[in-house]
């Protein structure tokens, strides 16, 4: 059995606290209420790190240059209808002042307090991996 494989490309955003920004998803999305690293994905002809470039400047309106993206990790999740593939990158320079363009509420949270915030299944193994990191 062949399961769809959905790629989606996340990022940490590290202040200089060492604090990770999550953003909690919208009502009226899937998983609404849960906390999420801010992304999304890739579409046709996109690579990942144009697709986060894109996204940030979309959810977060912030610019931010292709080098100062490191890729850190990656996520591997089944869902029931779809296999989730997420590369997460760090990112801890760039331009603009985030805000909250499509999320709830955004928190910038140390990553041993980042199990406090209900996420999706998929988001739960990269924090151990920021963790160790940060």
């Not at 059995?1 to 953003?23: F, K, Q, T």
Request: some cysteine; glycine content about 6%; aromatic content about 6%.
């Amino acid at each position: 059995m062949s399961a769809n494989i959905v790629l989606v490309v996340a990022c940490a955003l590290v202040d200089a606290d060492d604090r990770v920004l999550i953003a909690e998803r919208p009502p009226g999305k899937a998983m609404a209420g849960l906390w999420e690293f801010p992304g999304g994905k890739v579409e046709a002809g996109e690579r990942p790190e144009e697709t986060l470039i894109r996204e940030l400047a979309e959810e977060l309106g912030i610019t931010v240059q292709e080098a100062c993206l490191a890729p850190l990790t990656f996520a591997s999740h089944s869902y029931p209808d779809f296999h989730l593939l997420m590369p997460l990158y760090v990112c801890r320079r760039w331009e603009g002042q985030v805000a909250a363009k499509v999320h709830t509420r955004l928190a910038w949270v140390r990553p041993n307090k980042l199990r406090d915030y209900a996420m999706p299944p998929a988001d739960e193994p990269l924090i151990s991996h920021l963790m160790a990191l940060l």
